[in-house]
């Protein structure tokens, strides 16, 4: 009955019923298996099954993984054609899904080079080389640096994975990859530190371990398990070498789990051997017992013991017999006080403002190089950036936090919802900051600066083959990036997710589907039913100083403070700064085009004032920031589109025109006049800043396509230009005349961010319902704006957006509380229908 149970589609329940019945799922697994007298594959699957249910439950079980170890052992032990199709995903569980518990990476980690090897450290297939460093990759990623008493151990086990399983020979993304991750966790084993007492505690320790075990420390200064003797260069010494290492690393492991628990530790041996895996599962049953009993335990074993796989662990006085990996669950590790979670978390906020510090720092380097900055200076500026970024990444992936989010995260439930968001994020950056290399970090910052400056003079030649070898360098990067974070994912997943918490190319492609199926008949009908807008009286002759100072206005009337920010010109506008009090913001002119300097300036104040408003009592912690990109864009777009273009707006706006120009905006023009001509759907539509809101989608789709397939491989940097114009032709009817009005007229891929652009369209599909909601919840809005009153509506937008942060995980959660929701693109839709059909006078 429980095979039958499990194997239905019913398990699936146990991901999203909660905590308690995932967990009682793993135990009651783990019951059942303990039970049976062989292994065979259903036990291997309700094993995997058992870790995910627990995973699922935020758990962790020692009974779960020493389950989950046997059956990785009994899979073991079968012929090689016998599971090879399952052994990747079993594997991966252990590894993976335990993922609060560094030493079961650790475990996962050598068990897997074991297995891959079958035990001889020489593998059989280039299959099995890139499983290998794809486990290797993945684990030190995400544990090497969880604590510092398994950072170097793990690190150093994941290079020798690397050393004996990638093919040099191979492609160049697969050896870049496995050299960055080797130098992740070389970086690891050389910032772990540890306090003078512990590391003289573990020292005492190692040293009479080994000496029970008759292993003398060298002399050498690198640790024992690293030392291998040399051999002569011929086929022989190859492979004796590869024994020894192999040997090596399996006693290291098992040293290193007794020492990490402190465990004093007395072996008697009738001959020097491998110690075999199952000590690492009584070691663990006890290390929990210790730390239980708040005093160390003494774990003995003869060689009757070893050759059987049973250990007796004498904790305070009782005795307990462990089998071999069946080992009884020991009670959990006694809860922190709140004290304690409290002091932890001080130390966690101290640390990451002053990560923060630093990169507003960075900000503000940033927003001088695109307004200030000679262009003489680039190349120093890039150096600056590099030695920053550096100094800011060596803080972001310091060992201590992650020694101190690995305590919060198992024992934050005493604190408040924005502390626990505050863990929560902070554990996503640490575990994505901690896969990424430092050279990776200088150059991402060096290329920045380099491809900025290269952008924008391929965009004043108007010559994409200026710009195409650094956006080679950009891709190639990312590409690089997303192995490193997750393997296992679409590399653009990875990419997207570092702008918008769980986005992946597969839900952008739906939404922007349902998006363009509705669009493409509207606009069709728009064009051939609709009666078109006058808007020729907008065009004219207007000063840019004036048109600047029109804009500060504008600026200061929805809500920005010029105490805290300012406003400036720029090649693309953009918003900046270093902090909530210093936000720094750009547009630009047309001396023949009054809209999109105006437009563009609004739109740069929605994102200015969602800076301003953070909520400065979490000043420096992460969920004190944005709650991700499209929630950003969604900001900028609703006072941009939902107000700025609304016909209330143009009451407001249309005397202040008049004052400023009045040549152009004569004394007989109407609010409705100027409403229906702000909104005039273009005809030609090629830039997609001036584009306007119903083809402005259709650019992003275009963007995403083309970044999306630049970072599988499906399209190369140097065809971007002749896709973008198909594209262009096929979507937008129409054809840039050069690059500087195609694929060059945005600067997003000379900064790496590729991922980014799907947020605009998100953004503007928030926009709508967050703005309908405001319109539920504000008596008389339309009034206030048509009357200048902006107060309402941007104490509400502070009240429900701004001031919460990333208090919820990804956006569509924010949606759902704001507007009762997730993201509906059936809402944006409806609402461009209604708008331009009125305007256009369709029926």
């Known amino acids: 009955k429980l095979r039958i149970f499990i194997r239905g589609d019913f398990c699936r329940s146990f991901f999203v019923i909660g905590s308690m019945l995932g967990n009682a799922c793993a135990q009651g697994i783990v019951a059942h298996l303990s039970n049976a007298e062989d292994f065979d594959m259903d036990h291997v699957q309700l094993a995997t099954l058992s870790a995910t249910a627990s995973s699922s439950a935020s758990s962790t079980s020692y009974a779960v993984d020493a389950v989950v170890k046997e059956a990785m052992l009994w899979m073991a032990s079968q012929p090689r054609s016998a599971r090879r199709s399952e052994q990747a995903h079993v594997f991966r569980v252990l590894g993976q899904q335990v993922n609060a518990d560094a030493k079961a990476a650790a475990d996962a980690c050598a068990l897997t080079y074991e297995i891959l090897c079958d035990g001889t450290g020489t593998f059989h297939s280039e299959k099995d080389r890139t499983q290998a460093a794809a486990f290797a990759a993945s684990d030190v990623s995400n544990h090497a640096a969880c604590t510092t008493a398994t950072a170097r151990e793990t690190a150093q086990l994941c290079m020798d994975i690397l050393e004996e399983a990638v093919d040099f020979r191979g492609n160049p993304l697969t050896r870049a990859t496995a050299c960055r991750c080797a130098e992740k966790a070389l970086n690891s084993m050389e910032t772990a530190s540890f306090a003078e007492q512990r590391k003289q505690s573990l020292d005492e320790s190692l040293a009479e371990l080994m000496s029970k075990i008759h292993f003398q420390r060298p002399t050498s200064t690198l640790a024992p398990e690293h030392q291998i003797p040399m051999w002569k260069n011929d086929a022989q010494g190859e492979r004796q070498q590869r024994q020894l290492r192999h040997q090596q690393q399996q006693q290291q492991h098992h040293m290193r789990v007794m020492r990490r628990g402190n465990i004093s530790a007395t072996m008697s041996r009738n001959r020097c051997g491998l110690l075999p895996m199952g000590i690492s599962g009584i070691a663990l ?72 510090a630093l990169e507003g720092i960075g900000g503000l380097l940033g927003w001088d190089e695109m307004t200030m900055m000679p262009p003489g200076a680039a190349q120093a500026r890039a150096a600056q950036k590099s030695a920053l970024s550096s100094v800011i990444h060596a803080k972001r992936t310091d060992p201590t936090l992650g020694d101190i989010l690995g305590r919060l995260k198992s024992s934050s439930d005493s604190l408040d919802r924005y502390k626990q968001a505050t863990v929560r994020e902070a554990a996503r ?62 590399a653009y997943d990875v990419l997207a997710d570092d702008y918008d918490a769980g986005l992946t190319a597969k839900r952008v492609t739906e939404v922007f589907s349902r998006v363009r199926d509705g669009l493409v008949p509207l606009l069709r009908d728009l064009r051939s039913k609709g009666v078109k807008p006058d808007d020729s009286w907008l065009k004219g002759d207007f000063e840019t100083g004036e048109q600047a100072k029109l804009c500060k206005e504008i600026s200061v009337a929805l809500g920005f403070n010029l105490d805290r920010g300012r406003l400036d010109t720029s090649v693309h506008p953009f918003t900046g700064g270093a902090h909530p009090t210093d936000v720094r913001m750009t547009t630009r002119f047309k001396t023949d085009d009054l809209t999109e300097g105006l437009t563009g300036a609004i739109h740069e104040t929605g994102h200015a004032l969602y800076e301003q408003g953070r909520n400065l009592e979490f000043d420096g912690l992460p969920v004190n920031s944005a709650a991700g990109m499209a929630i950003h864009e969604s900001q900028s777009l609703l006072w941009e589109r939902m107000v700025a273009l609304s016909r209330p707006f143009a009451e407001y706006l249309l005397p202040k025109l008049q004052a400023s120009f009045p040549d152009t905006f004569s004394t007989d023009r109407t609010a409705q006049s100027l409403y229906e001509a702000l909104n005039t759907v273009k005809d030609v539509s090629l830039i997609r800043v001036e584009a306007d809101e119903v083809n402005y989608p259709m650019h992003v789709i275009l963007r995403f396509e083309i970044e999306k397939g630049l970072i599988e491989g499906t399209v190369d940097v140097d065809d971007v230009p002749k896709l973008w114009n198909q594209k262009m032709k096929e979507y937008l009817g129409v054809e840039p005349a050069d690059d500087a009005q195609g694929c060059l007229q945005d600067l997003h891929w000379s900064m790496g961010a590729i991922g980014y652009f799907p947020t605009y369209t998100l953004g503007a599909m928030s926009a709508v319902q967050i703005f309908n909601a405001a319109t539920r919840d504000i008596p008389n809005l339309d009034e206030a704006i048509a009357s200048g009153d902006f107060a309402p509506l941007r104490n509400w937008l502070n009240k429900k957006i701004h001031a919460l942060g990333s208090l919820h995980p990804k956006a569509d959660d924010l949606l759902q509380a704001v507007t009762g929701k997730a993201l509906d693109p059936d809402e944006f839709l409806k609402y461009l229908e209604a708008k331009y059909h009125t305007i256009y006078k369709l029926a």
């Not at 979670?341 to 966690?348: P, Y």
């Open 429 to 490: 950056a640490y575990q994505k900051a901690t896969a990424i290399s430092d050279d990776i970090v200088r150059r991402e910052a060096d290329l920045e600066s380099r491809a900025y400056q290269g952008w924008v003079k391929a965009r004043e030649e108007k010559n994409w083959a200026l710009f195409a070898p650094l956006l080679k360098e950009w891709v190639g990067l990312r590409q690089e990036r997303a192995a490193l974070i997750d393997p296992s994912r679409p």
């Open 285 to 356: 049953a006890c290390i929990a017992g210790k730390r239980l009993a708040g005093e160390v335990g003494t774990f003995t074993m003869s060689a009757r013991t070893i050759s059987q796989g049973y250990g007796r662990a004498v904790l305070t006085g009782r005795s307990h017999e462990f089998q071999r990996l069946r080992a009884q669950p020991v009670a959990a590790v006694a809860t922190p006080t709140e004290t304690d979670v409290e002091k932890d978390f001080e130390g966690l906020a101290n640390m990451l403002k002053d990560a923060s």
